[in-house]
């Protein structure tokens, strides 16, 4: 939902703002560079209570988010528990409306209508937003890449992703839902730093690395 802030390398960035071509944290691979944008405008009837048709809202605090965060109902959020199969590599993809009265996150409106951008990579990514969680994009149907679309991540059914939900509940363990490292991503230079050093000659002998101080500064007893 338009508002929520995304990872990429010059730290979070609000999701309308994203273009092609901008380069977004991943959680498996690096930064990776956005394919394609589609935006939406979404309409919610105020009758509406079922929970499939309602967004998610993730009070603020109640993952590492400094303010309130809105999921779409089937927003994929990848989840990690260290007892998940190898093959799924500790993560797998459930809708957020399974995540509704877990955590006290909750399905309601934020209004009647509101905007979305969706972000298409090459191949299915998961990024950080808001909060350190890890929101699920699956690969753009226009791609670039030569030989068939590989799968990357696990999206559970309806039945196990309950189940996999409630053990996280029972649980209480929050790092399976949200990445503490994810929240406070900082800017990262695209460009390599190389550190400044000074010109031959101009050290102290026995402090290197140091400038010589201007003689002008230093009384005559202790100019050796």
Known sequence: ???????????????????VGDLVR?????????????????HVPEDETRSEFLPVLVPARAAYNGKAVWLMPEQGLALGQPWLEADTGGQVVVSARFLSGCFKFFSRSPGPEFEVTSLFFENDEVVFIEGGLKAYCPASRIRTLPGPRTRLYSVLEEEDAIALVSSIEEAADLSA??????????PIPTEPIFPMRPSSGRR??????????PVLLLRPEWQA
């Open 1 to 19: 939902m338009h508002g929520t802030k995304v990872a990429t390398t010059v730290g979070w960035k609000r999701v309308e703002r994203l273009d």
């Open 26 to 42: 991943t959680l498996d691979n690096g930064f990776q560079e956005i394919q394609r944008v589609s935006c939406d405008l979404i």
């Open 204 to 213: 102290r002998p026995g402090r290197p690395g140091r400038p010589n101080m």
């Open 177 to 186: 839902v949200a990445s503490p490292l994810g929240a406070l991503p900082a």
